[in-house]
C-alpha cells in the first residue's frame, strides 16, 4: 500500500503523518474501551499504552482499579448481562 514502507519489526510502527497516528491511536483505544465496558463492564486494560506507546504508573493503577471491579462484576452482579447477551444473539430463547 505504501502508506508507511515495509514493516521494520518495531511494535509500533511510525505514521509518516503523526497526526494521523495520534488519530489511529485514538479511535483504536476508543474502540477498545467501548468493547470493553460492553463485554466487562469497566474500560480496556493498558490502554495508556496503547495511546501513547509507554506505559505509566498512573495507567497500571487503573489497570488495577479496573481488574478489581472486573473481578467484583464477573462473580456477583454479571449473570444478568450475560443473559441479555445471548438472548440477543440468539444463543439462548426467551420461554
Given at each position: 500500500?505504501?502508506?508507511?514502507?515495509?514493516?521494520?519489526?518495531?511494535?509500533?510502527e511510525?505514521?509518516?503523518?503523526?497526526?494521523l497516528?495520534?488519530?489511529?491511536?485514538?479511535?483504536?483505544?476508543?474502540?477498545?474501551?467501548?468493547?470493553?465496558?460492553?463485554?466487562?463492564?469497566?474500560?480496556?486494560?493498558?490502554?495508556?499504552?496503547?495511546?501513547?506507546?509507554?506505559?505509566?504508573?498512573?495507567?497500571?493503577?487503573?489497570?488495577g482499579?479496573?481488574?478489581?471491579?472486573?473481578?467484583?462484576?464477573?462473580?456477583?452482579?454479571?449473570?444478568?448481562?450475560?443473559?441479555?447477551?445471548?438472548l440477543?444473539?440468539?444463543?439462548?430463547?426467551?420461554?
Open positions: 500500500m505504501g502508506v508507511v514502507g515495509q514493516p521494520k519489526g518495531t511494535p509500533f511510525a505514521f509518516t503523518f503523526k497526526n497516528e495520534q488519530c489511529f491511536r485514538n479511535a483504536w483505544t476508543d474502540n477498545a474501551d467501548i468493547l470493553s465496558l460492553l463485554y466487562t463492564g469497566t474500560p480496556a486494560l493498558k490502554t495508556d499504552f496503547t495511546r501513547t506507546g509507554k506505559r505509566s504508573n498512573m495507567g497500571a493503577i487503573k489497570d482499579q479496573n481488574s478489581i471491579v472486573r473481578y467484583y462484576i464477573n462473580n456477583f452482579t454479571d449473570g444478568f448481562n450475560n443473559d441479555c447477551l445471548d440477543s444473539q440468539g444463543q439462548i430463547t426467551a420461554k
